[in-house]
């Protein structure tokens, strides 16, 4: 008797397995290879490297607009480059949207990503392209200090405004920040003070120091403003926008400064996939990406970068580019320089004692 | 989750007569059966990320092994593996004391208390801790005033015995449930007092069990990556270490050697704890334990007891009362308005997507790792000679192997068609590219971490059913299978039961294997939840967190009212000694 | 470490010790209607050397009382002495006595010489006396050659006398028995009870001694207390009980019995007898003091005591006194013959037979016995 609940079972299961297939997919990304069509149609799945609820929107959007089914998933920088070349000879993404262009230049490095010079990238002024076309940008962020002005009046610690600050021993266990490897925010701190301080050892030699500040480096790059706003630490680093967005959230004690030596800013990128099975439709998605409603989208759900379309809105909470002080930063060089500098990074800083 | 001591079949009560007639077709079936269901699912990512870890990149990692970089994360690893073991087993024989040696109002509460860390996803203690216990936690700085850091060696000692220690739990308590209470009175009826008694009777016989849970505890803590992720600090340990090379160095031949440093001390404390502990079962010799131990009546000791697992219980309630509350406020300890905006985003979209995808993968791979626990089970407890040891063996590895090799393993392996030559067997069933999203690959990896507990409680509960059962069923005419369903299946139904809900609970909360093959059409709940605890959204996690634990707490109910039948009388000797 | 384990000075001194005096001892359960009695106000007093074994099917409250007697349970009323000092107010492990368990309840992680030493550790006895004592402990046992032995090697025989040992070498004032030779097999539980009883009586210590087995107990006691529901039916030596049973239960629960009906009894001029008609026939027989009195009386008559003779022809048929033979089953060295009577089956045991004098199945036989051999009791109400 209980044989045949355990058959019945049985076969239940067998073709809940045959069905769950489907229920995962909401949509096969082997079945729509049609190259040559100009209909769009079918799916495309993005790399997305921005905020979860900044992709959730960007691609809802996209999807109303146009029918393609858009899905994402959100990963860091170097997670997506990692996901890309683990992929590589069958790819499981169409685009990678959003993200520091750091980690495109080493996609493109590696053969990862296809050359798309869209139409609409034309209205994009050049510093914020690819010479090459193997990325456009879609925003701009400066990096800056995320700090809690409760934790650092209990410290008795001004509001930092140099890189020095982050230095004072005050401060001990008090600085949160992403790991270089895989968050482009991290990578962008550590490329900053490359840039500022003259070369490669001099800016490891600053990271070692301020490592001793440092509570834990988290895998995500904008989870330092989250560490400060709630209080575990006095000053996380991540690009000014997020840090309003944390306030906005409700994190009040936090406030935005930026250092006074310069600081470095990342610009977000939208590239193409070499090798995406719905090319057709990756296209039009980077196309959209790039006109001002679509990008007009990131302050409704609390994202305040700088928008690289012109014509885009300009929001009281954004950063004023002007008045801040930056550094000359190459983004060619810098994401040349990436794996090798991060490999030096883990095996001579992170795992090290703090002193 | 917890090795009992009965995992070899050896000669017992009932003692196991050789077979000399060869096998029938249907259990020579059921071998090749088993042993390719075993080769594709453990042996042969095993076999990958040896070959990997012994790459260029992997040498590389092997030789710099002893570089005072890697030889701090290997000294914090292990560390961190003796902290836990031993604090885990203390707490675990605590609270297994207080239930078999104390009469109190609320016992059955404690146990559901004790057993709870099971249903839950390991970073959900870390996450309560942080927001309790952390520099701005709830309870240090607005009730204590103080600021201790949690982050690193302290935090995670406290969080991975925490989340570990149920396992500690059940192991003593079934030790203790099983200890012959005429010995205590034979001690005391020659003159020793409850403290001598205890000292020289009860804790040396206990010493297996408080062996076999440190060891269990010991690989469970370092094998745990979720936890070192979140609260770690800069305390590195050689789960992160992996996960860092592949996911943002992308070398996976040093993430598969640092993995393999890790496997190193898992099968070897799985090995001793096997043979050892078999070797010197020493819980009840002769007779059958008559009446039941002695409670303890004396005031102080109650006291002493009652406090500290009051103390432990009131802690869990806490925290899981943290993780619940938290899902429903806006950042708790922060701003605690009330706030549903965090159970939205988990139910829609993503969130629920996630929900569904892993409730239905860990519903599918429950009852293949159920049946097939139990298969090797019989195989190797009535049908085999010669390859039982060796089955047995491959039938625990998917649980002696860390979460974090496996995961690497499976992704080297599954993420391409598998195939000789230009000839494709499998299709790719890991990573993007995958069929089905790779949900294959998760519910693969689901099934051969569930197994060797079925397998575990399978060996122990047909170990107590007399062979001459079988040869009665076998004299009146019934086959091999038909005595299979009738007669033993009935009697081990106890045992399937407590193999099913582990695999269930097992497979929704784990993290560590899944994390390298998950895809963007396969959302998993626990990859979901690292996410969100990375990024520092604490109340989605929270939010996620609780329905995570509805969801299994659920599933289990059901579990037991449908496989359970109360028309079969409790067989003598199935008692909960098989259930963890 | 406490002091009131007796020490060694005292076991030497020559007054008799270990008198155990139970007086109105009740172990009750449960309140109002629900209330069980295990135990209903029993009196027993077991004297110095003496060796009294509690009889009685399960159920009886034999091991309960014994249990309390040890302090593993505490008795809702009465009180418990040994040699006038009050025992209920200390526990176990300092009452001087030593109990022997059903499952030997040998320290599975000592040797065979660490479990028997253990008491003697507790008392801090001197390495050099410890050795000597467990030494002469194994060797009265047998054991010496298992020393070093881990009790898992050991077979049941070996472990109950490992057990007894242990109990033995601390010298008590009492040895406790709770059915201690239940789990070994027919011939080795003779051997043993051999084995205890002759070395109780070397050692003249106080022993209680809980069985079912009335074989047991017979070859055993001193006396014999046999119990039921929880209340003592007789208390006597086994031939006593044998003999002279109190009442049908407990002639029932001893040895094999015939209750013949019986009818016009009336006191008889002898002392301690009374006349009967049974079987058809007149007869002064040994009777129970109450056996008179009661409404009705059966005799007792044991199957050994049944004379059978063939009924050979023209024999005087009297009523009663010959029966039918149902069944006549040759155990080599008895016949036990079941004879259908008018009176009710009787079951007759002839020793020794002759073989070829077995009567055989369906044939009339006679039946007599000695009145002396015959023992009217109350019937049981």
Request: aromatic fraction near 8%.
């Amino acid at each position: 008797m209980k044989r045949i609940h355990a058959a019945a079972g049985a076969t239940a299961m067998s073709l809940a397995l045959l069905m769950s297939g489907c229920a995962v997919t909401s949509t096969d990304s082997g079945d729509n290879g049609s190259t040559g069509s100009d209909e769009l149609g079918g799916s495309i799945t993005i790399a997305c490297g921005a905020m979860e609820d900044w992709c959730q929107a960007m691609t809802t959007a996209f999807t109303a607009e146009t029918g393609v089914q858009a899905n994402f998933v959100r990963l860091s920088s170097g997670e997506t480059v990692a996901r890309l070349d683990a992929a590589r000879d069958n790819p499981e993404f169409d685009v990678w949207h959003g993200g520091p262009v750091d980690g495109f230049g080493a996609a493109r490095d590696a053969g990862l990503l296809e050359a798309y010079d869209s139409p609409n990238a034309a209205a994009i002024p050049d510093k914020y392209k690819d010479a090459d076309h193997y990325w456009t940008g879609v925003y701009v962020g400066a990096l800056g200090f995320c700090s809690n002005t409760k934790v650092l009046d209990e410290l008795g610690v001004d509001v930092p405004d140099s890189w020095e600050d982050l230095l004072d021993p005050k401060l001990k266990g008090q600085i949160s920040t992403a790991h270089p490897s895989t968050s482009g925010t991290a990578f962008t701190t550590l490329w900053t003070q490359v840039t500022r301080l003259g070369g490669e050892e001099e800016g490891l030699e600053y990271m070692k120091k301020m490592h001793n500040n440092v509570l834990q480096y988290s895998k995500s790059g904008t989870a330092p403003g989250q560490i400060a706003g709630r209080g575990e630490v006095a000053v996380g680093l991540v690009f000014s926008h997020d840090c309003v967005k944390y306030q906005e959230e409700g994190l009040t004690d936090l406030t935005v400064s930026f250092p006074k030596e310069g600081t470095g800013y990342e610009i977000g990128g939208v590239a193409l996939v070499k090798g995406s099975k719905n090319k057709t439709a990756a296209q039009a998605y980077i196309d959209w990406t790039l006109t001002a409603e679509a990008q007009n989208i990131g302050p409704t759900v609390g994202s305040y970068q700088v928008l690289t379309n012109p014509d885009a809105a300009v929001d009281d909470r954004m950063v004023k580019l002007e008045d801040v002080e930056f550094v000359d930063y190459d983004f060619v060089a810098a994401a040349a320089a990436k794996p090798g500098l991060t490999a030096r990074f883990d095996a001579e800083i992170a795992a090290q004692p703090k002193e | 989750m917890t090795i009992s001591n009965a995992t070899v079949p050896r000669a017992r009560r009932f003692s196991l007569r050789s077979r000399e007639t060869p096998l029938d077709l249907t259990t020579r079936i059921a071998v090749v059966l088993v042993v390719l269901i075993l080769g594709v699912l453990i042996v042969l990512p095993l076999v990958n990320i040896l070959s990997s870890a012994v790459s260029e990149q992997g040498l590389a990692v092997f030789n710099s092994m002893f570089s005072s970089v890697n030889l701090q994360v290997l000294q914090n690893t292990v560390v961190l593996g003796v902290l836990v073991g031993a604090i885990g087993t203390v707490i675990g024989f605590l609270l297994a004391y207080v239930q078999v040696r104390l009469e109190f109002r609320g016992k059955k509460l404690l146990h559901l208390l004790a057993l709870l860390p099971i249903v839950s996803p390991p970073f959900a203690v870390a996450t309560a801790v942080i927001t309790l216990f952390g520099r701005s936690g709830i309870i240090t700085r607005d009730l204590l005033g103080i600021t201790p850091t949690l982050y690193g060696l302290p935090g995670l000692t406290i969080v991975l015995s925490l989340s570990f220690f149920p396992a500690a739990y059940m192991n003593m308590l079934g030790l203790m449930r099983s200890l012959d209470p005429s010995l205590d009175e034979a001690a005391a009826s020659i003159g020793a007092n409850k403290w001598r008694t205890f000292v020289t009777v009860t804790l040396p016989m206990l010493v297996p069990g408080f062996a076999s849970s440190f060891l269990l505890l010991f690989v469970e803590a370092i094998a745990d990556l979720a936890n070192p992720l979140v609260i770690g600090g800069d305390f590195t340990v050689l789960s992160s270490r992996a996960y860092i090379a592949i996911t943002g160095e992308y070398n996976v031949g040093a993430g598969a050697a640092y993995s393999l440093v890790l496997l190193l001390p898992g099968l070897l404390v799985f090995l001793i704890q096997r043979y050892w502990a078999t070797r010197k079962s020493v819980v009840s010799v002769t007779g059958k334990p008559a009446g039941r131990p002695a409670v303890i009546t004396s005031i102080p000791a109650r006291i002493v007891l009652l406090t500290l697992s009051g103390l432990l219980a009131l802690l869990i309630v806490t925290i899981y009362a943290t993780v619940i509350v938290g899902g429903f406020v806006k950042i708790l300890g922060i701003n605690n308005e009330f706030d549903l905006s965090h159970y939205r985003y988990v139910l829609s979209g993503i969130g629920s997507d996630a929900m569904i995808t892993t409730t239905v993968l860990a519903l599918i791979a429950t009852p293949i790792a159920g049946v097939l626990g139990l298969v090797i089970a019989w195989l190797i407890t009535r049908k085999l000679r010669r390859g039982r040891g060796l089955i047995d063996f491959l039938g625990m590895l998917g649980l002696a192997v860390p979460g974090t090799v496996l995961g690497i393993g499976y992704a080297l392996t599954f993420n391409k068609p598998l195939g000789f030559g230009n000839v494709a067997i499998l299709p790719a069933l890991a990573g993007g590219g995958a069929v089905l999203g790779g949900a294959i690959a998760i519910v693969m990896v689901y099934v051969i971490r569930s197994s060797p507990s079925g397998q575990r409680s399978g060996v122990a509960a047909l170990q107590q059913i007399d062979v001459a059962i079988d040869e009665a069923s076998a004299s009146l005419g019934a086959s091999g299978v038909t005595t299979f369903r009738k007669v033993t299946l009935p009697l081990i139904r106890p045992a399937l039961l407590s193999g099913l809900i582990y695999a269930f609970a097992r497979s929704m909360t784990t993290l560590s294997p899944i994390i390298f093959i998950t895809t963007p059409q396969t959302k998993i709940m626990t990859s979901q939840i690292l996410s969100e605890v990375d990024a520092g959204r604490f109340g989605n996690a929270f939010a996620y967190c609780t329905i995570l634990i509805v969801i299994v707490m659920s599933v289990i109910g059901l579990l037991n009212l449908f496989v359970r039948d109360s028309s079969v009388p409790k067989a003598a000797g199935l008692s909960s000694a098989t259930i963890n | 470490m406490s002091t009131t384990l007796p020490t060694r000075t005292e076991q030497d001194a020559e007054k008799p010790t270990g008198e155990l005096v139970l007086r109105d001892v009740e172990k009750s359960f449960g309140v109002g209607e629900n209330r069980v009695t295990a135990v209903d106000h029993i009196n027993l007093t077991v004297k110095p050397g003496e060796f009294v074994t509690l009889l009685g099917p399960s159920g009886c409250g034999k091991t309960t009382t014994l249990r309390m007697i040890a302090g593993f349970e505490s008795p809702t009323s009465g009180s418990v002495l040994l040699d006038g000092e009050d025992m209920l107010r200390l526990t176990p492990d300092r009452r001087p006595m030593a109990m022997v368990f059903q499952s030997y309840a040998l320290f599975p992680h000592m040797t065979v010489f660490d479990n028997v030493a253990y008491g003697l550790k507790l008392r801090k006895v001197p390495a050099k006396q410890l050795k000597e004592e467990v030494g002469f402990a194994l060797a009265s046992m047998g054991l010496t050659a298992l020393a070093d032995r881990a009790p898992n090697q050991l077979s049941g025989g070996q472990q109950q006398r490992v057990a007894l040992a242990r109990a033995m070498v601390v010298k008590p004032k009492v040895l406790l028995f709770d059915e201690p030779l239940s789990n070994l097999d027919a011939k080795l539980r003779v051997q043993m009870r051999l084995e205890i009883r002759r070395l109780q009586r070397l050692l003249g210590i106080s022993s209680v001694y809980v069985t079912h087995d009335q074989d047991e107990a017979m070859s055993l006691s001193d006396r014999i207390v046999v119990m039921r529901s929880g209340r003592i039916e007789q208390v006597g030596t086994p031939d006593e009980i044998y003999r002279t049973p109190e009442s049908v239960f407990v002639a029932d629960f001893i040895g094999r019995a015939n209750f013949l009906d019986v009818s016009e009894a009336s006191t008889s001029s002898r002392e301690g007898h009374a006349d009967i008609t049974v079987l058809g026939q007149r007869m002064s027989a040994r009777a129970h003091r109450d056996a008179v009195a009661a409404p009705e009386s059966v005799l007792l008559v044991r199957p050994e005591a049944i004379h059978v003779r063939r009924f050979a022809e023209g024999d005087d048929k009297v009523a009663g006194n010959h029966g039918r033979v149902l069944n006549a089953v040759f155990y080599g060295e008895s016949v036990e013959y079941e004879i259908e009577t008018e009176v009710g089956t009787i079951v007759a045991v002839v020793s020794d037979p002759v073989y070829e004098e077995i009567v055989p199945v369906g044939d009339l036989v006679g039946i007599s016995f000695d009145p002396e051999r015959a023992w009217l009791l109350p019937a049981a109400s």
